[in-house]
């Protein structure tokens, strides 16, 4: 996700988001945390199917 679409999801600008990392450092490493958090989340869910699939082939079910 590009910083310009981080801005769109918040509903800010791209210039808050600059202004957030330079005068309000903690702020903008609480909201990139929070975007790291969903991607892992999203991944782990994916990383779970996948596994998933693998087990049921692997015995034989469809």
């Given amino acids: 996700m590009t910083q310009r ?20 450092p903690n702020l903008y490493k609480i909201v990139m945390l ?4 969903e991607e ?10 996948s596994l998933l699939q693998a087990q049921k082939e692997a015995v034989g079910e469809k």
């Fill in 5 to 24: 679409d981080k801005a769109i999801y918040l509903d800010i600008d791209v210039k808050t988001l600059r202004n957030w990392k330079k005068h309000k």
């Fill in 34 to 37: 929070g975007f790291a958090f």
């Fill in 40 to 49: 892992a989340v999203k991944q782990s869910k994916e990383n779970y199917e």
